[in-house]
C-alpha cells in the first residue's frame, strides 16, 4: 500500500523516481516496488548539473574549448606574422611545413591558427550582442504590451522581412571595411530572429501569477524583467546564444569570401578568400582551403552539440529514458512442460 501511493505521488508530480538517492521517501527497498523493466525519468536537475553529465555538451564544450585556447596561444605558438612567406609556393603538407603552404608561401598552419583569433572574437561578439539586443527587445514587448509591443513587433518584423545576404552585402560594401564594421553589420542583421523567439517566450512567462504577483506589490519593470521573467528564459536566452554565435562565424566567412571584408587581416574567412584567388581549387592545392572550412565546421557542429544538450536537458519530452533493474532475480526457471530434468 505504501509502495503504491508513493509511486502514485511521484507520478503525480511529474515524475517517477528509480531506486538510490532520488528514491521517494516510503518506498521499501530502493524503488524494488516498481514492476520489473518499468521506465522511470530521471528527476529535475539545475541546467548546469545537466549539461555537465551529457555527453553532447561535454563533447561540444571539449571542441569549443580546443579553438579558444589554440586562438588565445596563436601568437606563442607562431610569434611571427603568419602572412609572411616562409617557403615555396604551393608546397605540399611535409615535416617542415605541417600543412603546407600558399600560392605565396606562406605557412597554412600559421594562417590557420591565427585565423581562429578573428572569427571566434566576431562570432563571440556577434552572439552577444544579437542575443543582448534581443533580450531587451522580447522583454520590453512582452512586458509592456499595447503600444510598445506593436512598435517593437513592428520594427523586428521589418528586419526580418528584408532580405539577409542583400543587406549584408550593401551595408559591408557601402561602410569601412574592418572587424567593427563587419560585426557592425552582422549585428543589426542578426538580432531580429533572437527578438521574436525571446518575445514569445517571455509572453507565456508574463501571463502567470507570480509575475502578476510581483506587479502587485509594487515592484520596479526592469526587476520583474530581469528577476521574475528572464531567469525563467534561461535555457531558450541559452539556446538562442548559440544559434547566434553560429550565425556570425558563418556570416563573417560568407563576407570576407567574397571580399566585401578587411582582406589584410587574417581570418578564416579571409583564408578561403585568397584560396579562391590564387586557384587552390583549380591547382588541387587542396591542403591551402580545407583546414579553414573544416575549422568553420568543427566550431559550428561543437556548438550545435551544446545547443541540442541545452535542448535535451530542459526539455522533459527529451530526457533520457532509462529503464528500472528487477530488484531480485527468480531463484530458479520452471522446467518446461514435456521435459525430464536430467539425472
Same mark, same amino acid.
Given at each position: 500500500?505504501?509502495?503504491?501511493?508513493?509511486?502514485?505521488?511521484?507520478?503525480?508530480?511529474?515524475?517517477?523516481?528509480?531506486?538510490?538517492?532520488?528514491?521517494?521517501?516510503?518506498?521499501?527497498?530502493?524503488?524494488?516496488?516498481?514492476?520489473?523493466?518499468?521506465?522511470?525519468?530521471? &528527476?529535475?536537475?539545475?541546467?548546469?548539473?545537466?549539461?555537465?553529465?551529457?555527453?553532447?555538451?561535454?563533447?561540444?564544450?571539449?571542441?569549443?574549448?580546443?579553438?579558444?585556447?589554440?586562438?588565445?596561444?596563436?601568437?606563442?605558438?607562431?610569434?611571427?606574422?603568419?602572412?609572411? =612567406?616562409?617557403?615555396?609556393?604551393?608546397?605540399?603538407?611535409?615535416?617542415?611545413?605541417?600543412?603546407?603552404?600558399?600560392? +605565396?608561401? !606562406?605557412?597554412?598552419?600559421?594562417?590557420? =591558427?591565427?585565423?581562429?583569433?578573428?572569427?571566434?572574437?566576431?562570432?563571440?561578439?556577434?552572439?552577444?550582442?544579437? #542575443?543582448?539586443?534581443?533580450?531587451?527587445?522580447?522583454?520590453?514587448?512582452?512586458?509592456?504590451? +499595447?503600444?510598445?509591443?506593436?512598435?517593437?513587433?513592428?520594427? #523586428?518584423?521589418?528586419?526580418?522581412?528584408?532580405?539577409?545576404?542583400?543587406?549584408?552585402?550593401?551595408?559591408?560594401?557601402?561602410?569601412?571595411?574592418?572587424?567593427?564594421?563587419?560585426?557592425?553589420?552582422?549585428?543589426? #542583421?542578426?538580432?531580429?530572429?533572437?527578438?521574436?523567439?525571446?518575445?514569445? !517566450?517571455?509572453?507565456?512567462?508574463?501571463?502567470?501569477?507570480?509575475?502578476?504577483?510581483?506587479?502587485?506589490?509594487?515592484?520596479?519593470?526592469?526587476?520583474?524583467?530581469?528577476?521574475?521573467? @528572464?531567469?525563467?528564459?534561461?535555457?531558450?536566452?541559452?539556446?538562442?546564444?548559440?544559434?547566434?554565435?553560429?550565425?556570425? =562565424?558563418?556570416?563573417?566567412?560568407?563576407?570576407?569570401?567574397?571580399?566585401?571584408?578587411?582582406?589584410?587581416?587574417?581570418?578564416?574567412?579571409?583564408?578561403?578568400?585568397?584560396?579562391?584567388?590564387?586557384?587552390?581549387?583549380?591547382?588541387?592545392?587542396?591542403?591551402?582551403? =580545407?583546414?579553414?572550412?573544416?575549422?568553420?565546421? @568543427?566550431?559550428?557542429?561543437?556548438?550545435? @552539440?551544446?545547443?541540442?544538450?541545452?535542448?535535451?536537458? #530542459?526539455?522533459?519530452?527529451?530526457?533520457?529514458?532509462?529503464?528500472?533493474?528487477?530488484?531480485?532475480? &527468480?531463484?530458479?526457471?520452471?522446467?518446461?512442460?514435456? +521435459?525430464?530434468?536430467?539425472?
Amino acid at each position: 500500500m505504501t509502495t503504491s501511493i508513493a509511486t502514485t505521488a511521484s507520478t503525480v508530480s511529474g515524475e517517477t523516481f528509480a531506486g538510490g538517492a532520488g528514491t521517494p521517501p516510503g518506498t521499501p527497498d530502493g524503488g524494488a516496488g516498481l514492476p520489473p523493466g518499468a521506465s522511470v525519468r530521471r &528527476p529535475n536537475r539545475s541546467l548546469l548539473h545537466g549539461l555537465l553529465t551529457n555527453k553532447k555538451a561535454m563533447t561540444g564544450a571539449a571542441m569549443l574549448f580546443f579553438f579558444i585556447a589554440l586562438a588565445l596561444l596563436a601568437p606563442v605558438l607562431y610569434p611571427d606574422n603568419p602572412s609572411k =612567406i616562409t617557403g615555396m609556393a604551393s608546397q605540399e603538407p611535409d615535416a617542415e611545413f605541417w600543412l603546407g603552404t600558399t600560392a +605565396k608561401g !606562406q605557412d597554412v598552419l600559421a594562417l590557420t =591558427i591565427h585565423g581562429a583569433r578573428s572569427s571566434l572574437l566576431v562570432g563571440l561578439t556577434v552572439g552577444f550582442a544579437s #542575443t543582448f539586443i534581443g533580450i531587451l527587445v522580447g522583454l520590453a514587448a512582452a512586458y509592456f504590451g +499595447k503600444f510598445i509591443d506593436e512598435a517593437l513587433s513592428l520594427t #523586428t518584423n521589418v528586419f526580418l522581412l528584408l532580405p539577409g545576404l542583400p543587406l549584408l552585402v550593401i551595408l559591408a560594401a557601402f561602410l569601412p571595411p574592418g572587424l567593427g564594421t563587419v560585426i557592425l553589420v552582422l549585428v543589426v #542583421t542578426g538580432w531580429a530572429g533572437s527578438a521574436r523567439v525571446l518575445r514569445s !517566450q517571455a509572453l507565456s512567462i508574463r501571463s502567470k501569477d507570480f509575475v502578476a504577483a510581483a506587479v502587485v506589490t509594487g515592484e520596479r519593470p526592469l526587476r520583474i524583467m530581469f528577476r521574475e521573467i @528572464l531567469p525563467n528564459m534561461a535555457s531558450i536566452v541559452m539556446g538562442t546564444l548559440l544559434a547566434c554565435i553560429i550565425y556570425g =562565424i558563418g556570416a563573417q566567412a560568407g563576407l570576407e569570401f567574397l571580399g566585401l571584408g578587411d582582406v589584410s587581416t587574417v581570418s578564416w574567412g579571409n583564408n578561403l578568400y585568397w584560396a579562391g584567388n590564387e586557384g587552390a581549387l583549380l591547382t588541387g592545392s587542396w591542403w591551402v582551403f =580545407i583546414p579553414s572550412g573544416l575549422c568553420i565546421a @568543427l566550431v559550428a557542429f561543437s556548438l550545435s @552539440l551544446i545547443n541540442y544538450a541545452v535542448d535535451e536537458v #530542459t526539455n522533459p519530452r527529451l530526457r533520457k529514458i532509462r529503464k528500472s533493474k528487477p530488484a531480485s532475480k &527468480p531463484a530458479g526457471k520452471p522446467a518446461k512442460p514435456g +521435459k525430464r530434468a536430467s539425472a
